[in-house]
Structures are given as C-alpha cells and as structure tokens.
C-alpha cells in the first residue's frame, strides 16, 4: 500500500502543494487505497444548507437538474465542493476498508456505520447513482464512495438513535462541547441565538455546566422560538432582542446580572453586525465564543479596543476532542430536546 | 454635571441608540459629563489609511488638507474619515477630569496618548496650524473628550514622545503574548520582522527563556537578518507564509511533528490561517494579531484538519499594555534603536 500525508495533501492534484480544501481536483481513484485511508461506501449526503440552496436555486427546483449539477461538480472536482458558495457538508456511510497504518489503531472496524465531521470541500468522493433527493432536509442518498484521511474526524452511528436524527445534531456537534470546555460552575452565560438548532444545545450543556449557583441567560430572535426554549425549561431567562443593537441588549442584560453582565458569551447567530453586542454584554475579563460564520474578524478585533474591554474572543473551532460523544449524549439525556430535534431537523 | 453612559452613547446625535464609533454625528460641545475627560489637543496622529485618502483627494496640498480635515470634523463632530471608516489617535494635555472618571494615575497638566480610535472620539479643532505629509500627523488647537471607557496612555518623560507614540500603537501585541506564553513554550511567530513582531519576540524569549523556543518566521531576507543580529528568536525562517506546507516543514524540522504550543500571526497579508493552525500543537493555541485574518478560513481550517486548538481574534486592548510596552522600550537598546531608525 502507498504511503500517504496525514492531511491528505498525496490525493491534491492541482494546484500542487495546497491542501485537499482550497485544491480545484482532487484524486478520487478508489480501487485502490492508502495506507492511512478509510474507504466509506456512503448512503446519504448531507449537503451543507448555503451550498444546498444555491443548487436548488440553479436548477428550478427540478431534482433531476439538481442531480446532474451534483454529478457535475464530482465529476470536475473528485469532491462535492460547491464552487460558488465554496462548502459542502457531510456524508453518512458503512466502513468498507482500513489502511494498513490504520488498521488496529482506531477505533473503527469494517462494516462499523459512520457519519463523516469534516467538510465534503475536502472529502475525495466518487457518485456511481443518485437515488433520492430529499430536499426539504438537504440530503440525497446516493451509491457511492468516499475516503476519509488520516487527520479527518468521524462519529459513529449510535443503535440507540436514529441515524437522521443523529446525523443533524452532529451537523454543530462543536458547539455544545465547546460550551461544556468554557462554561464553569457558577458562570453567568449568556447565549445569543438560544433558539436555533446549535443555541438549544449549547442552552442545555451551559445549564449542566454552570449549576444551580449559574444563571444561563438566552437570547431570542422571534418570540416562537423564545417560547420553545421556555418550554424546554433550560435558562433562567429567555428573551427576544434584534441581535444586531448592543444598547437595547446591553440595558436588559444589565437588568438580568444586576450590572455585572456575562462572564461566557456564545454567539450562535448567523446575521452580521452582532460582534458589539456580544462584547459589551460580556465581563471584560469574560470570553466571548463566536461560532456565527457570520462574524467579521475585524468588526470584533477593532469593537473591543475601542470600548476598553479586555475581552478574550474565541474563533469557533468546529472540532474538539469528543464533541460527538457530548451531543449525542445530550439528545439521551434530554427527551423533550430529542423531540424538539425530531419535529424540526429529522 | 450631567450623568454619562460608560460608552458614550449619550454624545451620539444620529442615528439614535448606536455605539459612537457607527455614528453618524457626535455631539462635540465641550461642557462635561461626570464620567468624561477633557483633554487639550497637541497633535492628531491620523490613521495611514485616512491621511493617504485625505492626502490624495486634495493632490497633496496642506491647506486643503487641513480644510478637508476642518470639514469633516465640523459635520461630524469626530475625526472619522467618511470614506475609509477610520480614525487615529491624539496627543495632549489633561485639562479637565469629571468626578466620576477612572482617574488613577493621571492628573491634570499630563501628557497623554489616547489609545481608542479617533473614529469615536468627540472632537472640537479651534485652529490647524501645521499638517505634516510625512508622518501623518496634524498640530491643532483642538478640544476633545475621553469616555469612561476610552483608554489613554500618560506619556513618560524618559522616551521621546514620538517613539513613544511608535510603540504605543501597537502595544495590545506583546501584552497578548506575556499573558500566552509560558515557561519551556514552543513559539512561533509569523511575520516576526515588523514593528509588532519585534516586540512580540522580545516577549516571547522573555517567557519562554532557555528551556523554550521562539522561532520566527519572516518573508523578508533584511528583515530575518535583523531579527537574527538581535537575537530575539532561537531559529529564523524565511518563507512565504501563504505557502502552507513549506512553511509546515520547516517549522517541523525544529519542533518535530507536534509543532507549536503558541503560534503568533503578525503578518497582514491573506491566507496565513491554514498555515498558522496545522504548525500548532492539539490544545495549543493562534492569536491572529493580523487584520486581515478571514474568521471562517481559520474555523472552517481547524474542523478541516481536525485540529482541537484555540482560535483567538487579537484584542488591541490588555490591562497594563502601555506600561509593558514602554519597558520593553526602556529595556532593550537594540529595539530602541531600531524604531528611532525606522520609526520615529
């Protein structure tokens, strides 16, 4: 077997000397492996929401259209990269070999079911037939095959929940088990966009983590999901601000601390222009955890130094040792999220 | 005396319920609030980006430069440049100190530095009398006012006021690193060779002293070479750091394949991310002091390769960053040296 990069770099074919990510091609010949691969047989492609949009979009609606957009971006790139919105998404699959320098050493035998963590833009992947397109949950089941690298992450499909379900909570798996490393007992936490699918888990690991001496604070966009996240019964205080104005946010935080504001701020929100926000309603030797993709490095790097706040502000890392073991045991742990989970994302 | 809000949003005239630094118009009256500091203006030191727009805009010439600078000050009530978005800093005299200011430190009659932006800065120019194309700043007789919030520097009568201001400017960087690196650290820093990276690696060896290692990794051959001749890292690199995996292997052959436990990126040019996350160690942690770090490359990066490290946006503002970066000044003759070269 041929010896191959920890990062997959041996699989670029051009440009030469970049990563597997940011290549244009990349090698997807599968009949014969490397010796630190894993061959998966892949079932269902969960193709990232921006990246499913656009191709939906692009082709009418029309699956078939979308079908062969699909086969077309493969089929150029050996990946499923989508080359305008530039992401992809994830894959679930069954293992069907190990590379020698593998085999024994991970925690994976063939035939073990498993959902892909790292993006599909860098995943080598080969489409034989698209079966179905479900497009109302961005997924398409396909026969096909796929390799994960050496330094690609993985979970393994639970018996005890759902295969769909698991796949779309591990979909922001880093969230709540970044939230579970930050948050310690007694931790005033303050949550923007508590709401959404990655809030209302980072609302129950924060509960866990700061204790009964704690206080998790969510904020809400619409007065809907508010309600939910009431009902769900994980804050101490849920309610509804536009993200996007730090003094009406400000005054009411001030209110909920008694002044002394959040000394962990998660902002999950996916809209522009909530950096201020997240800074001033934290403590200035507090931490703020960005993992909105929508955040502007230099609109938080600037907005801190020009209030005086000492601030730690932390790019949202989507991988963190364990992060899937931490979300699937949370949708164990808590039924009424498990259903939440199930009404919505399954 | 009126009461103010901690950020001054009391100054903002439009748009309403903003923070000073989006609005439109500040209010520049200069009567106090109980939380504010009045100081007597000296001298602007104006934001590159905006001096070179200003400069350009009216072909060089100083007194329609200091016209265009008297303009915008007068409609906006802030020296914020309409089309580049960015301010500056100031220099001058404490005149006026409103009871409830966090004062410590600092009395009337002293020579400060202010370290916010000019961008929300409220600001009254009486008179321009000298704008100086070389080194971007502009004498006034000018009136301005520091919030609660507002951060500032009490000027030492042992440095020379414009290697102070030199050094000042990019003062959040090495602070970041005393509190980063420790005892027997791995460090590695990226664009070591510029003003901030030379401050950076003085820092560095310092906290990482003999049973550590500081490597620098820099582009430029002259700037290696001074790094080298000041002894201020262990190893010296000379690569492209948007080339990722030469750079990877040059690192590795010094650290072995683990990397880094801190890796410090100073370089402003795009796509260094990747490169500064693969040469960290798991659980290590990058600061990107760079401003032109793109946030999802680095988090979009670190989940790609599946590397579990800390991510940290560089913050210009520590406690006590002014007065460290003053000692390193005073401490080190070679640093000195070089920035009254360069710099001053």
């Not at chain 1, 925690?107 to 079966?131: F, H, M, Y």
């Not at chain 1, 018996?159 to 931790?187: E, R, Y």
């Not at chain 2, 005396?1 to 309403?16: A, D, F, I, N």
């Not at chain 2, 934001?47 to 805009?57: G, H, P």
Request: hydrophobic share 40%.
């Amino acid at each position: 077997m041929k010896k191959g990069n920890k990062y997959g770099t041996h699989r670029v074919i051009e440009p030469k000397g970049v990563l597997p990510q940011p290549a244009n091609k990349i090698d997807n010949n599968m009949d014969e492996i490397y010796d630190n691969e894993i061959l998966i047989d892949v079932q269902t492609l969960n193709i990232d929401s921006a990246s499913f949009t656009d191709i939906e979009a692009r082709a009418n609606g029309d699956h078939k259209r979308i079908a062969e957009i699909m086969m077309e971006i493969v089929e150029k790139q050996g990946k499923h990269r989508n080359p305008w919105t530039g992401s992809g998404g994830m894959l679930l699959g069954t293992v069907e070999k190990i590379g020698d320098a593998l085999a024994g050493k991970i925690d994976l035998k063939v035939g073990d079911k498993i959902a892909t963590l790292v993006s599909l833009s860098l995943t080598p992947l080969r489409i034989d037939k698209i079966k179905e397109i479900r497009a109302d949950v961005d997924q398409v089941d396909i026969d096909g095959k796929a390799i994960l690298f050496e330094s690609g992450i993985y979970a393994k499909i639970p018996t005890d929940i759902p295969a769909k379900l698991a796949l779309s909570a591990l979909d922001v798996a880093g969230a709540p088990a970044q939230t579970a490393k930050l948050v310690k007992p007694g931790d005033t936490v303050l949550i923007i966009g508590a709401g959404g699918k990655s809030g209302m888990l980072c609302c129950y690991e924060a509960k866990r983590r700061a204790g009964v001496t704690g206080k998790v604070i969510g904020l809400c966009h619409s007065q809907k999901s508010a309600d939910r996240l009431i009902d769900l019964g994980f804050c101490d205080h849920v309610f509804t601000a536009d993200a996007t104005q730090p003094v009406p946010v400000l005054e009411k935080m001030e209110e909920l601390t008694g002044g002394q504001m959040a000394d962990v701020t998660i902002n999950n929100v996916n809209i522009n222009d909530t950096e201020m926000t997240s800074i001033l309603c934290t403590k200035d030797t507090g931490v703020v955890y960005f993992f909105s993709m929508a955040t502007s490095f230099t609109k938080a790097a600037l907005g801190a130094e020009g209030v005086g706040s000492d601030v730690t502000m932390i790019v949202g890392n989507g991988y963190t040792k364990g992060h899937a073991a931490i979300t699937l045991e949370i949708l164990r742990e808590s039924e009424k999220l498990r259903k939440v989970f199930t009404e919505l994302y399954a | 005396m009126k009461q103010g809000c901690r950020y001054g949003t009391h100054r903002v005239l439009e748009p309403k319920g903003t923070l000073p630094q989006p609005a439109q118009k500040l209010d520049n009256t200069m009567e106090l609030y109980d939380n504010e500091m009045l100081i007597s203006v000296k001298t602007l030191n104006i934001d590159s980006a905006s001096f070179t727009q200003i400069k350009t805009a009216c072909n060089g010439d100083t007194d329609r430069m200091a016209k265009m600078i008297t303009d915008i000050v007068a409609e906006r009530g802030k020296m914020q440049n309409p089309v580049t978005g960015s301010g500056g800093m100031l220099i001058g005299t404490v005149k006026a100190i409103g009871p409830s200011f966090p004062a410590a430190g600092v009395k009337i009659g002293d020579t400060i530095a202010t370290l916010v932006s000019l961008s929300l800065t409220p600001l009254k120019i009486h008179k321009i009398i000298s704008v100086n194309p070389k080194n971007d700043q502009v004498d006034v007789e000018a009136e301005a006012i520091l919030f609660e919030s507002g951060i500032f520097a009490v000027l030492p009568n042992d440095i020379p006021e414009k290697l102070a201001l030199a050094a000042l400017d990019v003062a959040g960087a090495p602070a970041q690193v005393d509190r980063l690196v420790k005892e027997g650290d791995t460090v590695c820093i990226i664009g070591g060779g510029g003003k901030s990276g030379v401050l950076c690696c003085y820092q560095a060896m310092q906290n990482a002293t003999r049973t550590g290692k500081v490597i620098v990794v820099e582009y430029s051959e002259e700037n290696a070479r001074r790094i080298s001749e000041m002894k201020l890292a262990d190893h010296v690199i000379i690569a492209d750091a948007t080339n990722v995996m030469d750079v990877y292997n040059k690192v590795t052959a010094i650290t072995g394949p683990r990397g880094c436990d801190v890796v410090i990126n100073n370089v402003n040019v795009p796509n260094t991310e990747m490169t500064s996350i693969l040469i960290t160690k798991g659980n290590g942690c990058v600061y990107f002091f760079s401003m032109a770090t793109s946030f999802t490359k680095a988090a979009l990066g670190a989940e790609g390769v599946g590397k579990d490290i800390n991510l940290i946006v560089g913050n210009g503002y520590a406690k006590g960053h002014a007065d460290l970066t003053l000692s390193i000044i005073r401490e080190s003759e070679d640093i000195r040296n070089l920035f009254n070269k360069l710099y001053v």
